[in-house]
């Protein structure tokens, strides 16, 4: 994805800088984008590595290769990195590339933002990552924080941590303000709203989210800040707090986080499924107000993570209806892309295998969150591995390989270069085989009773366990061919057409491969 | 070749790495959710059980047609791709049969949820507490009151020895409740927020510092019933298991009898002379279980998080700061309150620490005595 532009100078406005000051300065939409792609991938790897240790140390019952404490401060980290460092600035990373060329924009609205939104990124990271080497070691409280363990019982880090989030959610809402002003202020003409990519629609939504409720999480952690050093009480008993309430707040945040983490999907994979049909997507505008029905629905529902908190009966049943009620527009999605393939003319490219895997994977998922809806049910399911199966379910062959997909669809656009099919889809076979061998045996391991965030189980788990380690390990060894593909298309191979692909539509692929480090900077004509 | 081959070859393969570690059963049937043993925990069941197959049947026919798209639809057969794009009609039905088909299931769950919700006091209140890493029961009525402790040894946990059969399930004192009563529970938490599940009864309700959330259960069949904590509470989280015996009414009375005998000799012990020896060797097996897992076995702490005991200058030479620590807690800081424990509990274990780990010998050597206890909790002028 790097080597975009070294060998491709039939623009007349200036290439690229040369060596590292290009990253550290640049205000180009397109190099962000890889900024943010790789940085999300680097991400990924070490989330992921951490998912091992996890796994390892569950292979089998018994403490065998870490500490409980150490194992609580894995299953933080990992979620933590994987949310804010490998999904969400992947999906960013796609935004900066493709929401310009796609409405005909010469770059994003406000490029220097742009750069700010990125490389303030690292930092946070950096200190996030730093807390394991800290005196008492990393926060250990889960990626959910509830306090009081994440207030008066953390370990000092948790500073440090509340400032790393603090950094995750100014980059986030300054991405989300670019990626809105981008797609009000600079389609071009003829470039309605009803008539935008699917991709740029779910961006839009996803980023108001992002603006609604990024400061909700950051109100979340400086009250947390405030009763760990300025002696306040929001969420503690023993001062007149409210432990519950940090949880409502934390879930404000956190259920429309989750679709902030779909949706873009939603927009990938309606593209990829509609260019290899070779067919136009089925209910465009249906696929529109489903999203924004989701989008609103999510703000109402937040509770049902709470189930189990002792909330009143008119609450339990008010969220559980709402709950219920995101899978009809999740269906009309699920049901127009099994339209468009229905009488299309079909082939599976490595693109498409991912987005037909996202499409039956991702629905499996949903179903186990219909389940997990049902309230009287989820207080067996609660914090079981079942939930863990679930939203790794709609996560990893949800969110992840939708992002796969869109890289193996939209690389040869900006490398010019075709990527290695039969490896592609060796990648997918083996991390289709890995994700389900790890993830669907949780959803025995949970409904047999084993409850998440354990580091010992009792010995009837032990079977299942095993065999979902030996899956993970499987699919994390399959990143690393993910990564050689991709160094191995950035650096040669079958030069791409303009066209790319046979069925593909949209600006995008209007403009050379690779796309030259400025596009449209006058305004395509679109009827 | 027989299952039995498959479930030991892991074992085969890694014995030489952990000996100890493979369980000795296998269970690759443990797929489902288990019936319960009361009739909320039934209908439970069965409610998830009845959406199961609503699930699997919606999935069953989307993937259907998608499979046979992918199937009859592919290029080599279908080389030109139809041209439509939208049916209002289709698109019509296919949102209002999903919206009849959760009415179905938000019916039941519905009227599931109302009985279980039932506020109403049972023949029996526990009040169960939430401790970091263990649960307190405080019978109501009765005036009872215990600790209950993960009772797996050490050495299963770390593959030292094999485990036992019901590894990490299993507690010093078991939760004693009578059959075919109605039995209360009133859930909170000292500290951190805990989960209190019981999957045989369907309970789960998260205990939490300043709430008491309530559940209740009547069970038929005596038994023994294993549970867990199911709100991530700190590093002991998967080591504070709760099991509960539901025994027939005439042997809970027997019970209830004992444990009240039993704190009545409790109280005797108050007011005998003790001394260091006698304190110290009761001290230890309280250290080891309420002290232990933050301030180690070597009274060492973890630097950073848990203050070391050992050369600390209020367990060697401030006696009366030592007893108000363990009294009131430290604030701010994750050592709670004991206040808890008996007066001889607590005498026990501060004189423990007081003369282990080289404390004795360099500070002033003090003990305390259940004496002491009690003149601190009397209201000061």
């Known amino acids: 994805m790097s080597a975009v532009i070294e060998n491709h100078h039939d623009d007349h406005h200036h290439g690229p800088a040369k060596g590292l000051t290009r990253w550290l300065y640049t205000t180009n939409h397109k190099d962000i984008g890889t900024l943010y792609l790789w940085f999300s991938f680097a991400m990924f790897l070490i989330g992921g590595a951490m998912a091992l240790v996890i796994r390892a140390e569950l292979f089998q019952p018994g403490m065998q290769i870490v500490e409980p404490e150490f194992y609580n401060q894995m299953i933080t980290l990992h979620g933590l990195i994987m949310i804010f460092g490998g999904v969400m600035p992947a999906f960013v990373g796609l935004a900066n590339w493709l929401v310009p060329m796609m409405i005909g924009a010469p770059d994003m609205a406000l490029p220097r933002m742009n750069n700010l939104s990125f490389w303030i990124l690292p930092f946070a990271f950096f200190i996030l990552l730093s807390s394991l080497f800290m005196e008492g070691g990393a926060p250990n409280f889960g990626w959910t924080f509830y306090a009081p363990l994440s207030t008066t019982y953390a370990p000092p880090s948790v500073t440090f941590f509340i400032f790393s989030v603090h950094i995750m959610g100014a980059s986030s809402i300054m991405g989300a303000i670019n990626v809105v002003v981008t797609i009000m202020n600079m389609r071009a003409p003829g470039v309605t709203l009803m008539k935008m990519p699917l991709f740029v629609w779910s961006w839009l939504i996803t980023a108001y989210l992002l603006i609604a409720v990024m400061p909700v999480l950051a109100g979340a952690v400086t009250m947390m800040l405030m009763d760990i050093h300025f002696g306040t009480s929001f969420f503690n008993a023993a001062g007149g707090g409210d432990p519950v309430l940090f949880q409502h707040i934390f879930w404000f945040f956190g259920h429309p986080e989750v679709y902030i983490m779909i949706l873009p999907a939603f927009g990938i994979v309606s593209h990829i499924i509609e260019t290899f049909s070779r067919k136009q997507l089925f209910g465009y505008s249906s696929m529109v107000w489903a999203m924004l029905s989701i989008a609103i629905l999510s703000f109402v529902v937040w509770a049902h993570h709470m189930f189990t908190v002792g909330l009143p009966l008119a609450a339990e049943l008010f969220f559980m209806w709402a709950t219920m009620l995101i899978a009809v527009p999740t269906g009309v999605k699920v049901f127009n892309w099994v339209a468009t393939m229905f009488k299309g003319s079909l082939t599976f490219e490595t693109p498409m295998l991912f987005a037909i895997a996202f499409v039956v994977l991702f629905t499996i998922g949903g179903l186990s969150g219909l389940m997990l809806a049902i309230v009287p049910a989820d207080f067996q399911y609660h914090d079981t591995y079942f939930v863990v199966a679930h939203f790794h379910y709609v996560l990893v062959p949800g969110a992840i390989f939708s992002i796969m997909a869109a890289v193996y669809y939209w690389i040869p656009k900006w490398s010019g270069n075709m990527y290695d099919e039969r490896l592609g889809k060796l990648h997918f076979w083996l991390s289709f085989i890995g994700v389900n061998v790890t993830f669907f045996p949780q959803h025995f391991i949970g409904l047999a009773g084993m409850p998440r965030r354990y580091p010992d189980y009792a010995l009837q788990f032990a079977d299942w366990n095993m065999v979902s380690s030996v899956g993970a390990f499987l699919f994390g060894v399959s990143q690393i061919l993910f990564l050689f593909i991709v160094l191995k298309t950035v650096m040669g191979g079958k030069k791409a057409t303009d066209q790319v692909w046979e069925g593909a539509r949209g600006l995008e692929w209007t403009v050379a491969s690779p796309a030259p480090y400025h596009t449209f900077t006058t305004p395509p004509k679109v009827d | ?381």
């Open chain 2, 1 to 381: 070749m027989s299952l039995k081959y498959f479930q030991n070859l892991p074992l085969k393969i890694f014995s030489p790495l952990f000996v100890f570690a493979s369980p000795m059963q296998a269970d690759w049937f443990a797929l489902n959710m288990t019936r319960g043993v009361t009739d909320i925990s039934n209908e439970v069941f069965e409610l998830h059980m009845l959406i199961f197959w609503i699930c699997v049947a919606i999935g069953v026919v989307v993937f259907s047609v998608m499979f046979y798209s992918m199937y009859a639809h592919t290029k080599k057969k279908n080389p030109v791709a139809a041209s439509f794009h939208e049916n209002h009609k289709l698109e019509i039905a296919w949102t209002i049969v999903p919206f009849l088909i959760l009415i179905a299931m938000a019916v039941p769950a519905s009227k599931t949820l109302v009985k279980i919700y039932d506020d109403e006091a049972g023949d029996v209140n526990i009040q169960v507490t939430g401790y970091q890493w263990k649960w307190q029961y405080n019978y109501l009525e009765d005036d009872i009151s215990f600790f209950s402790n993960l009772s797996t040894d050490m050495d299963e946990i770390n593959n030292l020895v094999p485990k036992g059969e019901h590894y990490l399930q299993e507690v010093d004192e078991m939760v004693v409740i009578p059959a075919g009563k109605k039995v209360r529970f009133l859930i909170t938490a000292n500290d951190v927020i805990h989960s209190w599940w019981m999957p045989a009864f369907a309970i789960k309700q998260d205990a939490i510092p300043g709430f008491v959330n309530t559940a209740w259960t009547k069970v038929d069949k005596p038994g023994v019933y294993r549970g867990k904590c199911t709100e991530l509470c700190g590093k002991n989280h998967g080591f504070m298991p709760i099991v509960v015996k539901v025994v027939e009414q005439e042997e809970y009375n027997q019970w209830v009898d004992e444990k009240k005998q039993a704190a009545i000799k409790m109280a005797e012990l108050t007011t005998k002379d003790w001394t260091a020896q006698e304190l110290v060797e009761r001290g230890e097996s309280v250290y080891a279980v309420n002290c232990v897992a933050c301030h180690q076995t070597n009274g060492q702490g973890i630097p950073g998080i848990f203050p070391a005991l050992a050369g600390s200058d209020i367990v060697m030479n401030q006696k009366d700061k030592n007893i108000e620590i363990l009294m009131e807690g430290v604030q701010g800081a994750a050592m709670n309150s004991f206040s808890y424990l008996s007066e001889v509990e607590l005498a026990a274990v501060i004189t423990y620490t007081r003369q282990s780990w080289g404390n004795a010998e360099n500070g002033d050597g003090e003990i305390v005595v259940p004496k002491d206890i009690v003149d601190y909790k009397k209201p000061k002028i």
